[in-house]
C-alpha cells in the first residue's frame, strides 16, 4: 500500500489543519471511499462523541477498507451506544481526584494538568471522553491557584500536561505555563502527554522547542502511537527534530482490538518507533470507558501477546504491560515482572 501525502497538506500550518479537520461522518465517509451503509450509525455515534480527524493522520488510512486500523480508532460505530455492565463514564474516578479545575493529583510526587479542553483527534477509545472539560477549562487567574497548590506541596517534583490534548493551545500559553512552574523551585521535569505530532506533525515549531527545552526543567514528551502505519514521512521529520533538541520520546499505546491486537503488529510497533529515537513505554490494556467496550481485549489474552513479544523482542524493546485501576496509587502492572 502507497501512502500519498494530500497535495495542499504541507502549505496549511497547524492552527489551519487543527480548524480544518473532519467532523462530519458523511465527509468521512465520501473521503475515504467507505460503504454509505456505514452513515446512520456513524451519525449516531458523532451524536454520543463528535467525530474529529486532521487530514495528515486521514491520509495514512487506506481508502475503501473499512479494516484498516487507523480508521477504526477513529470511525464512530453504533456499538458506542451500547451500555455494558462494568463499562462507565469515569471508569478511573478522576474526578475525586480532581481538587481544582484543571489539575488531576492521583499518584504521589507528580500532578496532571489539562492544559488545553480538546483533542486534534478524537479517538473512539478515549478514557475521557465522557470528561467534564467545561469545568476544567482554567481562566489565568484560576491557574493561579494550580501553582500556588503546587508550590505548597515539595514533593511534587513532576508536571505532567494532559487534555484532551496540551498541544491543542498555543505556544504562547504554554511558554506561560512553562515559566511559571518553572519558577516553582521543586519542580524538575515536565511530562507532555500529546498525540498532536503524529496526527499534525507540523505541530512543532521553533516556538514549541522553545519552550520544551527550558533549561531548568528535564522534559519528556509521551506520545501515543497504536499502529506502525501511523508513522509516515512526515511524523517520522517531526521525531527527528524533537529528538535532535534533546527531548527523551517515549510511547504508550493501546491494546485494542481489531487494530494492534496481534504479536505482528505489536512487534513491528515497537522496532518502528526505536528506529524513530522513541523507547517503547506502556502497553495499556483498555479503561473500560462507556462506548467503547467492542476495543476491549481481555486481560489472559494481553498477557499472552505480551509474552510472545518478549520471545521475539530485546527487553527494552518490551513496553510494560499495564492497567490503571481507580483508587490505585500507581499504574498496575500485568503478568510477571
Known amino acids: 500500500m502507497t501512502l500519498q501525502l494530500a497535495p495542499s497538506q504541507s502549505l496549511l500550518s497547524w492552527q489551519e489543519e487543527l480548524s480544518q479537520a473532519v467532523r462530519d461522518p458523511e465527509q468521512l465517509l465520501e473521503q475515504l471511499a467507505l460503504p454509505k451503509a456505514l452513515l446512520p450509525q456513524a451519525r449516531r455515534a458523532h451524536e454520543l462523541f463528535p467525530l474529529r480527524v486532521p487530514q495528515p493522520f486521514l491520509d495514512r488510512i487506506e481508502k475503501g477498507n473499512p479494516e484498516d486500523p487507523l480508521l477504526k480508532q477513529i470511525l464512530p460505530l453504533g456499538v458506542e451506544d451500547n451500555h455494558i455492565e462494568g463499562y462507565t463514564t469515569d471508569p478511573l474516578e478522576e474526578q475525586s481526584s480532581n481538587p481544582l479545575r484543571g489539575l488531576v493529583h492521583k499518584y504521589h510526587g507528580?500532578?496532571?494538568?489539562?492544559?488545553?479542553?480538546?483533542?486534534?483527534?478524537?479517538?473512539?477509545?478515549?478514557?475521557?471522553?465522557?470528561?467534564?472539560?467545561?469545568?476544567?477549562?482554567?481562566?489565568?487567574?484560576?491557574?493561579?491557584?494550580?501553582?500556588?497548590?503546587?508550590?505548597?506541596?515539595?514533593?511534587?517534583?513532576?508536571?505532567?500536561?494532559?487534555?484532551?490534548?496540551?498541544?491543542?493551545?498555543?505556544?504562547?500559553?504554554?511558554?506561560?505555563?512553562?515559566?511559571?512552574?518553572?519558577?516553582?523551585?521543586?519542580?524538575?521535569?515536565?511530562?507532555?502527554?500529546?498525540?498532536?505530532p503524529v496526527v499534525i506533525p507540523n505541530r512543532i515549531t521553533d516556538d514549541t522547542l522553545a519552550w520544551l527545552t527550558h533549561p531548568k526543567l528535564r522534559t519528556v514528551m509521551v506520545l501515543h502511537i497504536n499502529h506502525p502505519q501511523e508513522i509516515d514521512s512526515q511524523v517520522s521529520s517531526t521525531l527527528k527534530k524533537l529528538q535532535n533538541a534533546g527531548i527523551t520520546l517515549l510511547n504508550q499505546s493501546v491494546l485494542l482490538k481489531g487494530v494492534n491486537d496481534d504479536v505482528n503488529t505489536l512487534q513491528r510497533l515497537s522496532e518502528r518507533l526505536f528506529e524513530h529515537h522513541v523507547l517503547p513505554y506502556y502497553l495499556h490494556t483498555l479503561d473500560k470507558i462507556q462506548g467503547a467496550a467492542h476495543f476491549d481485549v481481555p486481560e489472559q489474552r494481553a498477557i499472552d501477546l505480551h509474552r510472545q513479544m518478549q520471545l521475539c523482542l530485546p527487553g527494552f524493546l518490551v513496553p510494560r504491560l499495564s492497567k490503571e485501576e481507580a483508587g490505585a496509587r500507581s499504574k498496575t502492572l500485568i503478568g510477571r515482572y
Not at 148 to 157: F, H, M, P, T
Open 110 to 196: 507528580r500532578v496532571l494538568l489539562i492544559v488545553a479542553p480538546i483533542c486534534a483527534i478524537n479517538c473512539r477509545y478515549c478514557f475521557r471522553r465522557h470528561f467534564d472539560y467545561d469545568d476544567n477549562n482554567p481562566s489565568r487567574e484560576q491557574w493561579q491557584e494550580t501553582f500556588d497548590y503546587i508550590a505548597a506541596d515539595s514533593s511534587i517534583q513532576e508536571v505532567i500536561y494532559s487534555g484532551g490534548d496540551p498541544l491543542a493551545t498555543s505556544d504562547r500559553q504554554l511558554t506561560w505555563l512553562t515559566n511559571e512552574l518553572a519558577s516553582i523551585p521543586h519542580i524538575k521535569r515536565l511530562r507532555v502527554h500529546t498525540r498532536l
